[in-house]
Nanobody
Framework: QVQLVESGGGLVQPGESLRLSCAASGSIFSRYVMNWYRQAPGKQRELVAVITGGGIKNYADSVKGRFTISRDNAKATVSLQMNSLKPEDTAVYYC?????????WGQGTLVTVSE
């Protein structure tokens, strides 16, 4: 069992930055692929960024060059640094942990990008 708690959401203006964090507890963190998803109002949940236990990263095309995912296996945390935010980045952001046969979600944190 893994518990995930996100933090760091909020209201920012276009062009500003925000850093999301996700703290994990309850299992061996390094075994999990960690993901950030987001869901905008009226849209399906989409994968934003992925990082494996060994640090291999991948990003959605819409955030490449602006967002950076990182993890600290010793502290069991994963972060998402979001720069040059756009109004279309407005969504609830979810932390996700995945291993063979297992998947866990955080409760989500709201990011609003608006003038």
């Amino acid at each position: 069992q893994v518990q995930l708690v996100e933090s760091g959401g909020g209201l920012v203006q276009p062009g500003e930055s925000l850093r999301l964090s996700c703290a994990a507890s309850g299992s061996i963190f390094s075994r999990y692929v960690m993901n950030w998803y987001r869901q905008a109002p009226g849209k399906q949940r989409e994968l934003v960024a992925v990082i494996t236990g060994g640090g291999i990263k991948n990003y959605a095309d819409s955030v490449k060059g602006r967002f950076t995912i990182s993890r600290d296996n010793a502290k069991a945390t994963v972060s998402l640094q979001m720069n040059s935010l756009k109004p279309e980045d407005t969504a609830v952001y979810y932390c996700n942990a995945r291993a063979p046969g297992k998947e866990y979600w955080g409760q989500g944190t709201l990011v609003t990008v608006s003038e």
